[in-house]
């Protein structure tokens, strides 16, 4: 079965639910199941493996494996190995885009939703806001989870006073934001930084001497 097909098939089982928003909390069963099978099929069309898919949604790994396979033709790969954070620390765009992602969780867990359901509306509305995502929907899902196990927590920006996520361990003081902005602009007086000399950049401004953040790491 091809995937729109296999979409229409399971909007069709689903029951008219007076208050669809509400479904989550639903007491009818069979509601309950179709309305988790969606979820499952909507998340697994953005990319989400079946061990995912199963972990947010309640529906049996096997259920879950079957699915993965009707809409893809190809059965899910295994289970993913767990990872670092390192793929997140490459550099400041993706701490960048990690930062919007976490900050969007962070207002869809306020609301009443179940944990696909917040997924799915996360990446759709992440994809939509930036114009070259970076992280795919594995990654997204990680974040909240970066956060949980504290490898990651909050800290205020020196530089803009906003809080942002990023490694425990990290040295920097500055948003990821600030990082990319200073990194064409003086930090002390906002003058525009020159192009660097011969491939190498300049360790201070030439406006106001003031040292540059060029160098920092997370
Ligand atoms: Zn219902
Ligand atoms: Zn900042
Ligand atoms: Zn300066």
Known sequence: MNTPALSRHVLQAVPSCAEP???TQCDAG????SKKVLEAVHL???GAR????????GLEKATANRLYRQLHGTP???GQVPFTDAWYR???KRMLHTNIVWRLHQRLSQTERSKGRILINLFETYTQLVAKPLLNLTRTAFVPQLMAMDTWHERRCESCGIHYATPIESNSTFCPGCLLYHRHRCYQCGTALSPKRGGRRLANCGH???ELMGGIRH
Request: with cysteine; proline share 7%; charged share 5%.
């Open 44 to 46: 697994m069309q953005l």
């Open 208 to 210: 106001c001497g003031a």
């Open 21 to 23: 928003m509400s479904c």
């Open 50 to 57: 079946a061990g995912l898919v199963s972990q947010l949604t």
């Open 90 to 92: 490459i550099n400041d």
């Open 30 to 33: 069979l509601c309950l199941y």
């Open 76 to 78: 899910s790969p295994p």
